[in-house]
C-alpha cells in the first residue's frame, strides 16, 4: 500500500465563533454537515481508496473528543457493513485510523514533526495530504492515478478545484483571492507559483521574475482555481528538507503553513540555474462535484446542498404522510430533523438542518438556517438564514435574520436582529483589550470580517517576513547576479 492519508485538522479560525477558535467552539473537524461531523465525509472518501492508514492529526487539547467521534465512526462502519457487506474481502477492508495530537500555530510544523519522525518516514512511500473538511463524490482512485501519471521531475502533486456553489462573492471574503501561476500546457501542467491576497495589496501587482516567463513561456495566472487543501508527495520532500537545512530550518517551518511550503517546493523548477524537481498541478474535474467547507457561507450552503439532494430523493412521496393536524408541526422535504428533537404546535421548518436533542416551541419559524445540537428555541420565535451553536437558548418572541449565534448563548425575549453576530461575554474578550459592546455583539456576521485567506489551514496573514525576503536575494547558484 503506498499512501498514507495525514488528515489536518486546523482550529477553523474562519469558522467563528462555532469553531474550538472560541472557548464556547467545536473543534473544526467535529462541525456538522447534515447532522454529520464533517469528517466522517473524508473518512468515507478515504475508505474508498486502499491506503496503508489514515493519520488524523488534530490539536492536543481536542484530540479526546475527535478521538470518541472516530470511535464511534468505527463502529457505524462495522454496524453498517455487518448489514450491507456481500461476504467479498473488499468490502471488508478498512484502512486503519490512528490519532496524532500535536498542536501546531502554523501548518507547516505537522510536516516538519513527520520529517523528524524516522519511522514515518521509513515506513511511508508516499503521503496523502487531506483538510478536514471537504465533501466530494470524486473518486480517490483519480487523484491517485494523477499523482502516478506525474511528470519524473515532480516530487508532488497540488489539487485546485473552481467553485461550485451559487454564491454571491464580490469582494472576494468568502473565496478569498489567490493568484496561481502555473504552466500553461494542460497535458503536462506544473505549479510555479502562488500568490495570496496579502502578498499584493501593498505593491498593487504581481512580483514575477523575468526568469520564469523565459523558462515557462506559456505560463497562465489564474484567480478561478481554489485551494482543495489535498496534496500527495512522495516521501523524496523529506529529502529535499535534508538537503537544504539552512532554508527548510525548523524556524521556517514554525512561521507558515504547508500551503507556502509547497509554494517554496513549486519555485524549485524556475529559481535555479538548474532546473529541480518541482510540484504538478491538477484541477479538480468540473463534473465532478467538491466543495470545501472553511468558512461559514459554505457552511451553510454545504449543508443546502444536502437538503436540495434530499428534497429531490423524497419528491412529492412524504407529501401525502404530512399529519393533516392543523396543530401538528411541518417539516419540509428540504430539512432535516435530528434525533430527540421535539417540536412544538404549528411549528414550521423549511429548507433548514436541525440538529440533535433540540426543544423547538410553539408556532416557530425556521427557514434557511442551521441549528447544532442541544438547542432551545421558546415560542412564537423566527430565524431566518442564520446559524445557531449547541446548547444555545432562544427566549420567546425573539427574531433573527441573517444572525451567528455563538454556543451557550442565551439571546434574552424579544430580541430583534438582523444580519449581527451574537457572542457570549467572556474573559479571553477582555484580556484581548476589548470592551463589553465589542464582544458581546458584533455587527454583521464574523465571515465578513474573517482572514482573506481561505482558512488556517492554508494560509497565514500573520507572517512578518517579507514575502521575498529569502525567496529571491539569495544566490547560491549564481542565477540573479548583475
Known sequence: MEFTAVVFCGRG???????EARGTGLPKALLPIANEPMINYVLDWCQRAVLAKILVVTQEETSESVEATIEKYKKSRRERFAKESDGSEATKYTTPIEIMPFTAENSAQIIYQLYKNTQFRSHTQNIMILPCDFITDLPPAVIIEAFRNRNESDVGVYFTYKNQL??????????GKKYTVYDGDADDSCLLDVYGKADIEMSKFLRIRTQMSWRYPRSIVSTKLLNSGIFLASNRIFNIIDESPSK?????????????FIRDLARRSWKHSKSKETV???????????????????????????????AMMKGQTLQGLQSKDKLAAHVGNDSIVGDGTELGEKTNVKRSVVGHNCTIGKKVRITGSLILDNVTIGDDVQLENCIIGHHVKIQPKSKLINCNVESTNDVPTGTQA??????????????????????????????????????????????????????YTANDDGLFAY
Open 280 to 310: 504538478g498541478l491538477f484541477v479538480v474535474p468540473s463534473e465532478a462535484t467538491f466543495i470545501r467547507v472553511n468558512n461559514l457561507p459554505v457552511l451553510m450552503e454545504a449543508n443546502r446542498q444536502f437538503m436540495k439532494k434530499q
Open 13 to 19: 479560525k474562519t469558522l467563528e465563533p462555532f469553531s
Open 248 to 260: 527548510f530550518s525548523e524556524l521556517y517551518f514554525e512561521r507558515r503553513n504547508y500551503d507556502k
Open 166 to 175: 451559487e454564491i454571491e462573492d464580490k469582494k472576494s471574503k468568502i473565496f
Open 418 to 471: 438582523k444580519g449581527d453576530t451574537l457572542l457570549c461575554l467572556n474573559l479571553e474578550a477582555v484580556e484581548d483589550g476589548e470592551s463589553e459592546e465589542e464582544f458581546v455583539l458584533k455587527t454583521g456576521p464574523l465571515s465578513d470580517s474573517s482572514s482573506d485567506e481561505d482558512d488556517d489551514d492554508e494560509d497565514d496573514t500573520s507572517e512578518d517576513e517579507s514575502e521575498f525576503e529569502d525567496e
